[in-house]
């Protein structure tokens, strides 16, 4: 079985994140959206809030489910079963930070990260964007999938 974990803050989920994980459930017998936990990090949005986000976003897909975590994600895959990290690029930026990151979990375990490039019309939005544009009361709607919603 193909299963694999899509880590991430999602504070909130982008519409970015939505396409990652739409196109990779072909690719996957089984994707998880594990919402990391860090208890250093000041987040907009409630785990709950989060949480709820990304279930509603994808409430008619069975092969996708939602968990929360903490610690180490190759510490997460071995509990899962996990055999792949799914993760998506936007630019060149991300990319070596996030080979850094897959070239370490491999070292520590034998999980594989799987990069797919964002799409061209998603490749600008970033979750630090949505919450800046929602800061400062801006429209932010095209940015993220219809279940956030925030009173302004």
């Not at 208890?39 to 989060?50: Q, T």
């Not at 895959?77 to 996990?82: D, F, S, T, V």
Request: overall charge positive; cysteine-free; glycine content about 6%.
């Amino acid at each position: 079985m193909r299963k694999a974990i899509f880590p991430g803050s999602f504070d909130p989920i982008t519409l970015g994140h939505e396409d990652i994980i739409k196109r990779g459930i072909p690719l996957f017998d089984e994707i998880i959206i594990a919402i990391g936990v860090n208890a250093e990090k000041k987040y907009m949005f409630s785990l709950e809030e989060r949480k709820r986000f990304i279930e509603e976003t994808f409430k008619d897909e069975p092969k996708v489910s939602v968990i929360t975590y903490e610690g180490l994600t190759i510490d997460l895959a071995k509990r899962l079963k996990a055999n792949f990290i799914l993760r998506g690029l936007r630019n060149p930026a991300d990319f070596e930070f996030e080979k850094a990151i897959a070239h370490t979990n491999r070292k520590l375990s034998k999980i594989e990260t799987v990069f797919l490039l964002t799409a061209a019309s998603t490749s600008f939005i970033s979750s630090s964007i949505v919450r800046d544009v929602l800061r400062h009361g801006g429209e932010y709607e095209m940015l993220v999938p219809d279940a956030v919603r925030v009173k302004k």
